[in-house]
């Protein structure tokens, strides 16, 4: 297959060129051929990585029996190539059920996004700065219980979420920087002074930057503020313009620059389902109009892919290569598989999404199977 004349997202710039795709991988990009699918005035980015996502499509990420077809196919549809499966705060027990619900699935290889880690977003997380996770399920960080986790995880968990302020987490963040796991920190009340204290520890992320945690004050910026202006503290944006306003999505960006924002999407399992009711963690949840909210108003997870979240700020006008750089190359640096993914580079996979002129879905392919062609 040759995509011609196509607009590459590369890593030494946008290249109007020619993507020759072999055996399931990118055999050429600076090569012109004379036949190809013609893709003039089209972006083509490497797939999107998402780090931070419930579920989507009917599928529940947290659930220990699920099969992840539906919705990993579902995320391939819309140029996701990649997930970090992400578990909500559940009791001890069923997070560790999950993780190997998890593990089974990624060794089962279903079809569609590829399963490239776990985030646990809990449990270890302020009771008081909960969103929509249910409190009694929240328990004191333990390095111990980190452990449990990790050794379940085969070495699939790749980031938890942590509130640095609670009782036991210096001794986690600590373990968790042993076992090569990114400490987020997230859900939390900190101050300043907390947040630069697990940094120094090793804390390098925070989660849903401004969402579910204190509210940044220009006289008390406690850990947003700190997020924001420590250079190498990566920060998570959900760029479905739902959870943050597009004005807000851009001082993080002017905040951090290119290289230390995380796109993220941090779908539910009702995400590409429309509108309607459901139940996650014995909780009502209602999506209306692509918001989903609890009985009581609060936002409960995004309905949103991740691709939602590149268009959003393709049509507001911010540089597809800084675009590339917070929903590709970062969270591939972010779970260490940037030598295999989240680059538009010859010999590597073919996971590649191209966008139309309008920022529409024309063309999705994973290792080169095709899931999406809307190109005539």
Known sequence: MVLKDVGAVTPFGIIQTDITIENGKIAEIFHSHNKGMDCTGMLAFPGFIDTHIHGGFGT???APKER?????????????TGVCCTVRCLPVDETIAAIKNIVREYKRK?????IEGIH??????SPEYS?????????DPDPDILQEFYDASHGLLKI??????????????LKAKELGVTVSLGHTGADKQQ?????????????????????????SPNAVGFALAKPDFKCEAICDLVHLDLLTVKLIFAAKGDEYVNMVSDSGVFAGMGDGDFVVAGQRRHVRDGICTLDNGRIAGSCFTLYHGVRNLLKAGFDPMRVWKAACK???????????????????????????????????????????????
Do not use: W
């Open 131 to 139: 969103g929509s996770m249910n409190v009694k399920d929240m328990v």
């Open 120 to 125: 646990l977003e809990g449990p270890f997380v």
């Open 110 to 114: 279903p079809s569609g996004a590829r």
């Open 330 to 376: 970062n969270p591939a640096d972010t779970l260490r598989i940037s030598h295999r993914a989240g680059m538009l580079i010859e010999k590597r996979a073919a996971d590649i999404c191209v966008l139309d002129r309008n920022y529409n879905i024309a063309l999705t392919m994973i290792g080169g199977d095709v899931y999406e062609e809307r190109i005539n």
């Open 68 to 80: 992840f077809d539906g919705g990993l196919t579902g995320e391939a549809h819309y140029g996701v």
């Open 195 to 219: 947040a630069l204290h697990a940094y120094l520890l090793g804390a390098r992320q925070f989660t849903h930057t401004f969402n579910a945690c204190a509210q940044f004050h220009h006289r």
């Open 60 to 62: 529940e990420f947290s």
């Open 160 to 173: 938890i979420t942590v509130a640095p302020e609670l009782k036991g987490a210096d001794a986690l963040i």
